[in-house]
């Protein structure tokens, strides 16, 4: 497994390896965490994320009431033995995210488009409720 090196405060002439599970997966679920963007329009919210490496096929994107969740997995093209690595940041296998929406959507109107591995998902707003006076009875 690869290991990150972080210099020790007691020990500073010696490196102490370190997990990168402990930075950037959850332990629990064996995940990566994948990074986005939001920001809305008029009439919708956009999600953008980078997702270089994975396919359109590996790419999983849920709306669930006010949740949307995009998962998927980068595979290696090639095999490559872990001693042969001189750096290795890129992160490989399952990712995931899931974000709590600010407004509510239009589950059925929601697109994603993978363009140069550049994820775009557009959520439209849902469309307000008027407000409805109430009459009260005695």
Known sequence: ????????VSEPEEMKAIEPASWFVDNDEDEGHLAIDVYQTPDSLVVKSTIAGAKPENIE?????DMLTIKGERQMQEEVDYNDYLYREC????????VVLPVAVEEKGVAAKLDNGILTVVLPKAKREQEVKIKVKE
């Not at 994107?61 to 009431?65: A, I, Q, S």
């Not at 992160?91 to 899931?98: C, L």
Request: proline letters at 0%.
């Open 1 to 8: 497994m690869l290991k990150l090196f972080k210099k020790s």
């Open 91 to 98: 992160y490989w296998g399952k990712f995931s995210r899931t």
């Open 61 to 65: 994107v849920l709306v669930t009431g």
